[in-house]
């Protein structure tokens, strides 16, 4: 089986995991006890209002007819209206996602870079000072909850040493850079603006540092023991034994070969790191997917609830996907 | 004739939890151009520990305490950062730059489990490049990818299967990929450890023979690490039984087989099965080699040694000339 067909089989497999995603969804969010809009009310409520309320969101229609409304919205990207403010859901989460992302991004870069460069000092340097130093970092910053590190750095970085903001995402005093993706660096980057791009990075500099420690600990550890057992491999003597330098084969051996189960946590991670972004958004008041399910939560918005777990969801599948095929294209046995 | 090896009283100690195991006792042993010496004996005698220091690449945690190993190199050898004159070399007094140096293109080593000794994520080819710019960056890889075809040719394997990855191939022919990276820098000695174990009988004739073949051609210097015996009368100039890490009998093949002169040689020659007197019962040594933390006073093989004398349990035998030409360490013989 050749790479190509590979991916194509991996994508159609993503469909109907998709649907059953979509389905649960929907379901979970009707089968819990008491009406949806009357619960929006707080059950406080006059049943002339609440019928049109109904009215308005469709909610007057049978259930499978709902549920097709639904799919059929998904599938133009509609994920409905909002039961608070009845404007389309997918315009709130378009302003919204972007800082999301664009705080996933950078917190799983440094979290991956840093986890891993660590891990592998760990495992090189097994059972001395080092290695039981970076382990002590990794089950510390493992264990570490998000907003308390987050408070942390933002005392000592915005308040004590007052290099760096403590909350937003943009200093109000200045236009963020045309909106092109919506994430302010890229869009900085883009347009070749200079000062947005340093502005915008040093808003996301804590957040992401803070997201990404905390993150960082499972990579350390990971990357520490897939190395110690790869690097004890016999194609690792085999390569030491043909004069490699120290350097292709703790990477192009060791590393590379230890790899792939990081990959994977790389996947399952990014589902956490959605979770955590909740933490890390709220704490330095990030407008991001986070702070907006809060919010509908607050609302009881269940139309807003629904379009964000949807999106969630679909975005660890894709994410999902990518590795799996990441996967196959560094282990050529898969491909077989 | 030049002498390419020289090993001088070279003792290998493992530190363990338990205590220390001398897993190479004081073991001197010379190697003329272009033999092949076969170094036989039960698992964990210490002849891969043996083998595998003689490249100072002795797996942890073990540990090479005192003794020389003379390489005889016939031309300078100079890289970025170095020479290394030609004559002879003292490998424990290398740096580890200079080792990488002599490995792979001075030494070979040739490992028992092909199926494990190539990197799975690297294709064939890719193998061959490193080696050969490990020794030398400015081949470039069109070079040592052509080099690489013509080793490949003339090992019996296709050269188109350059692009290939290990798992693509058979036993076999992976241990072919291994002899050929083995010999691509035309090295002057070349280790084989337990080369055919893990093949079946067929190919294991083949790959012997095709080592005899190339030793001609390319004038190795070998040393075939074994347990089996049949292999050794095959291929072996001299071959050196050892026992316990000692050298038990050193002897050229021949006399060696016809007229074994320790009692353990003789043990070992007997339990070898003969196809032709299927109802040969098979001698067995009894009792288990012992344990290397605490071992018995005398000759280590005393316990099991059907000739042991009151001396044997008291006095280490000294490695005396034999009558056969060979050397021998027991108390039966130099004593009028």
């Not at chain 1, 350097?247 to 990081?262: C, D, K, M, S, W």
């Amino acid at each position: 089986m050749s790479l190509r067909s590979y991916i194509i089989g991996r994508v159609l497999m993503t469909i109907p995991m998709v649907m059953f995603l979509l389905t649960l969804v929907f379901i979970i969010l009707r089968v819990i006890p008491g009406d949806p809009a009357l619960l929006h009310f707080e059950k406080n409520v006059d049943p002339a209002t609440l019928e049109a309320f109904k009215q308005r969101l469709g909610m007057d229609k049978p259930i499978w007819e709902q549920y097709f409304d639904y799919l059929g919205g998904l599938a133009v990207g509609d994920l409905g209206i909002s039961m608070q403010d009845f404007a389309p859901i997918s315009e709130h989460i378009a302003g919204r996602f972007p800082a999301t992302l664009e705080l996933t991004i950078y917190s799983i870069i440094f979290a991956v870079l840093f986890g891993v460069a660590l891990g592998v000092k760990s495992s090189k340097t097994y059972d001395r000072p080092t290695d039981h130093g970076i382990r002590l970092f990794g089950i510390v910053t493992y264990a570490i909850p998000v907003f308390f590190l987050g408070m942390i750095l933002q005392f000592i970085f915005g308040i004590w040493l007052q290099v760096l903001p403590v909350n937003g995402r943009f200093d109000p005093h200045y236009a963020p850079p045309t909106r092109i993706t919506g994430m302010y660096t890229i869009d900085a980057l883009l347009t070749m603006n200079t000062f947005a791009l340093i502005i915008a990075l040093r808003y996301i500099l804590l957040p992401s540092i803070t997201l990404g420690t905390v993150l960082c600990g499972i990579f350390v550890r990971l990357t520490r023991t897939n190395m110690l057992e790869t690097i004890r491999m016999d194609f690792v003597v085999a390569a030491e034994a043909r004069g490699l330098s120290d350097r292709v084969i703790t990477y192009g051996y060791a590393l590379r070969n230890a790899f792939l189960p990081i990959m994977t946590m790389i996947g399952l991670q990014f589902a956490a790191l959605l979770a955590g972004a909740v933490l890390t958004e709220t704490t330095f008041n990030l407008l991001g997917l986070g702070t907006y399910l809060i919010d509908r939560i607050n609302h009881r918005d269940y139309t807003g609830i629904q379009g964000t777990v949807v999106v969630f969801g679909i975005l660890v599948s894709i994410v999902t996907l990518v590795m799996d095929i990441l996967y196959a294209y560094l282990d050529p046995r898969i491909r077989l | 004739m030049v002498d390419v090896l020289r090993i001088k009283d070279l003792i290998v100690e493992y530190t363990t939890q338990r205590g220390t195991a001398r897993a190479v006792d004081r073991v001197s042993l010379t190697l003329g151009e272009n033999r092949t010496l076969g170094l036989a004996g039960e698992s964990g005698c210490g002849k891969s520990t043996l083998g595998r220091s003689l490249m100072k690449l002795v797996p942890y945690p073990g540990k090479i305490v005192s003794g020389d190993i003379i390489l005889n190199i016939d031309h300078d050898i100079t890289w970025k950062k170095g020479t290394i004159k030609k004559g002879d070399v003292s490998i424990l007094e290398l740096n580890d730059d200079q080792l990488r140096m002599i490995r792979g293109s001075e030494i070979a080593y040739i490992f028992q489990d092909p199926m494990t000794s190539l990197n799975p994520m690297l294709s064939i080819g890719k193998h061959f490049i490193q080696i050969q710019q490990a020794h030398d960056p400015t081949i470039e890889d069109e070079q040592a990818l052509e080099r690489a075809k013509e080793v490949l040719e003339s090992l019996g394997i296709l050269a188109e299967r350059v692009d290939d990855y290990p798992h693509q191939f058979s036993g076999g022919m992976r241990q072919r990929v291994m002899i050929g990276l083995g010999l691509v820098l035309r090295p002057r000695l070349l280790i084989a450890d337990e080369p055919t174990t893990s093949l079946d009988v067929i190919v294991e004739a083949q790959i012997l023979e095709e080592m005899a073949e190339l030793k001609e051609k390319f004038n190795l210097t070998m040393i075939l690490i074994t347990h089996n015996l049949g292999v050794l009368a095959q291929t072996a100039d001299d071959v050196a039984i050892m026992y316990t890490g000692r050298l038990a009998e050193l002897a050229p093949t021949e006399a060696l087989f016809e007229n074994p002169q320790h009692p353990y040689t003789e043990a070992l020659l007997q339990s070898v099965p003969d196809v032709t007197k299927p109802d040969k019962k098979l001698a067995w040594i009894p009792g288990a080699p012992p344990d290397l933390v605490n071992p018995p006073d005398g000759c280590m093989f005393n316990p099991r040694c059907p000739f042991a004398m009151d001396i044997c349990k008291q006095e280490e035998p000294p490695l005396i000339q034999s009558d056969t030409g060979g050397l021998v360490a027991c108390h039966l013989y130099g004593r009028s």
